[in-house]
């Protein structure tokens, strides 16, 4: 035992002295370290030993949170199930749309059809008793697309009563299914890229009483049909419609009848006179119709305007006329009439222009120079010998060279009307006369 203690007293002292002399070469180790550290010295001492793990892929980076989920559309609740029907029609149109320069469209949000969709309106629909999109009014948006057409929107809204599309660029064709709206009453394409044929399809719209078709470029002729339409407006002007007039034209019950500015050739039909009890402005200018004037056209007793100014129309004016008693505008200007004036017509107590320039007529009467002093009768570059503003002697001389007659002119010395129904039409008819209407449509715009 006394050894073993021995042995371990000699150890220590061993090892004291071993620290006494390595403490000079510690210290400098550690004088160098730091130098490294602080000032990057160190002479050429060898770089540290690397680490074992320097072969190792570093770890890979934490995961990132996964995004949230998209936020769920807006619930969306509508006044009535034909409301919410309406809308899923009103989206899909509106892909069509790549032209809305009033930024139409962008009121197209939401489920509040009827209230911030601008263009659109609702009311109740009489069978459901619930409030359903009833009327369409896109006058003047302007609206274009390649694709821009009727089909899958006109006829998916079973509850339209009013249709106006004046002034955008719809085209193609007016959709077959136009028949089941049985509520549409209006509709007005007017001033669109619509062409070829006349729409056969309006025809089947039955229910319909106003129908404007005016500045497209239909062409062809007019299916004797329409005539047939229980419509109070008809306007085709301003199209390229090239036919004669249907011999039925006096079946129609309209009472504003709009066919100017396209190719109609031959005369006015007999039959015009059928629409006595209806028709108040009928316009023909500007085609190319021949023959002369059906005295029935004096038993139009509503009528206001009669314009078939631009034509080629002759012969002499029918006495007939002065039974027009409720007569403001009367034109027939630019054609080839002559003769005298009526002085019946003179008396008519409504007129206000009476419009014969630019005809070959070759006498006035006395009323009729009373209209003339008052500037309602314009009988300007004619045949009437004394008054200022008149063709030449040669160009009247040349015209009436050549022989002028009508098929039927005993019928245009008839006075259909008696004198004392005329003189009691010629009260009667002092009642103030509704603006025109038929001459604006004779203007792109919306009426």
């Known amino acids: 035992m006394a050894t073993i203690i021995s042995i371990v007293f000699i150890l220590q002292i061993c090892f004291q002295n071993c620290l006494v002399l390595a403490s000079p070469?510690?210290?400098?180790?550690?004088?160098?370290?730091?130098e490294i550290i602080i000032g990057g010295g160190g002479g050429n001492s060898p770089p540290p030993p690397l680490p074992d793990n320097q072969d190792c892929p570093p770890p890979p980076p934490p995961p990132e949170p996964p995004c949230p989920p998209p936020p769920s559309p807006p619930l969306l609740f509508f006044e009535s199930k034909r409301v919410e029907m309406a809308y899923h029609v009103i989206q899909k149109f509106k892909a069509k749309i790549k032209h809305d320069p009033l930024g139409i469209t962008t009121t197209w949000v939401g489920s509040d059809v009827c209230n911030k969709y601008k263009g659109f309106h609702c009311a109740v629909v009489p069978n459901y008793k619930v409030q359903s999109l009833a009327a369409v009014d896109f006058n003047q948006f302007k609206f274009d697309g390649p694709d821009l057409t009727l089909d899958g929107f006109l006829d998916e809204l079973p509850d339209i009563t009013i249709f106006h599309a004046n002034s955008n660029k719809f085209k193609g064709t007016i959709p077959k299914k136009i028949a089941n709206l049985r509520y549409l009453y209006e509709l007005d394409l007017s001033d669109n890229n619509y062409n070829g044929e006349f729409p056969?399809?309006?025809?089947?719209?039955?229910?319909?009483?106003?129908?404007?078709?005016?500045?497209n470029m239909f062409s062809g002729v007019v299916p004797p049909q329409v005539f047939l339409l229980n419509l109070d407006v008809l306007f085709i002007n301003n199209n390229n419609l090239m036919q004669q007039l249907p011999a039925n034209l006096g079946s129609t019950p309209v009472l504003y009848l709009t066919l100017a500015n396209n190719?109609?050739?031959?005369?006015?039909?007999r039959s015009i006179g059928q629409a006595?009890?209806?028709?108040?402005?009928?316009?023909?200018?500007?085609?190319?119709?021949?023959?002369?004037?059906?005295?029935?056209?004096g038993l139009l007793s509503k009528a206001t305007i009669f314009d078939v100014s631009k034509n080629q129309l002759t012969g002499i004016i029918p006495l007939s006329f002065g039974c027009l008693a409720k007569m403001q505008i009367l034109n027939l200007a630019q054609n080839q009439f002559y003769g005298a004036v009526p002085e019946l017509l003179c008396k008519l107590s409504n007129l206000k222009n009476l419009s014969l320039p630019y005809n070959y007529f070759t006498k006035v009467g006395p009323e009729c120079k009373k209209l003339i002093q008052r500037k309602v009768l314009d009988v300007r570059m004619n045949c009437i010998p004394g008054l200022p503003m008149q063709r030449s002697a040669g160009e009247c001389s040349v015209f009436f060279c050549k022989p002028r007659s009508c098929p039927d002119e005993k019928s245009l010395g008839l006075f259909p009307c008696s004198i004392d129904s005329f003189k009691k039409n010629q009260l009667d008819s002092n009642e103030p006369a509704p603006a025109p209407r038929t001459y604006s449509a004779l203007k792109p715009h919306s009426l």
Do not use: H, M, W
Request: glycine share 6%; charged share 20%; net charge positive.
């Open 263 to 269: 190719k109609f050739t031959g005369p006015i039909p």
């Open 25 to 34: 070469i510690l210290g400098q180790i550690s004088r160098e370290t730091l």
């Open 200 to 215: 056969y399809n309006v025809l089947n719209a039955k229910n319909l009483y106003f129908l404007d078709l005016r500045f």
């Open 276 to 297: 006595c009890k209806t028709l108040r402005e009928v316009l023909f200018l500007n085609n190319q119709l021949t023959g002369c004037l059906p005295y029935e056209i």
